[in-house]
Nanobody
């Protein structure tokens, strides 16, 4: 059974830090990219950061230099260290993983989301 379980959201003041963690389970053939997306009220879900199986990160421009994504290939975990948080970072953050399958393109899975609120 596939599961992506997130932890680490919460309320923080502007300028503060939070760390999000996600554990992916149920993969039979390995995981390609993992990452984080976010959705603010009234907005579409959008990319925050991803990291491929080789450890190469990709960041949304608005978070580059403030957020750091990391991954443990063996444990199937992905973390997002968020520093210098701004009120505009307030959103529900979703963990994302591309599970390899025996035949065909990798399949995308999502966590349930964790709320991050940054107060001014």
């Amino acid at each position: 059974q596939v599961q992506l379980v997130e932890s680490g959201g919460g309320l923080v003041q502007a300028g503060g830090s939070l760390r999000l963690s996600c554990l992916a389970s149920g993969s039979r053939f390995g995981i390609d990219a993992m990452g984080w997306y976010r959705q603010a009220p009234g907005k579409q879900r959008g990319l925050v950061a991803t990291i491929d199986s080789g450890g190469r990160p990709n960041y949304e421009a608005a978070v580059e230099g403030r957020f750091t994504i990391s991954r443990d290939i063996v444990k199937n975990t992905v973390d997002l260290q968020m520093d210098s948080l701004k009120p505009e970072d307030t959103a529900v953050y979703y963990c994302y993983a591309q599970f390899r399958v025996l035949y065909g393109a990798p399949r995308d899975y999502w966590g349930q989301g964790t709320q991050v609120t940054v107060s001014s």
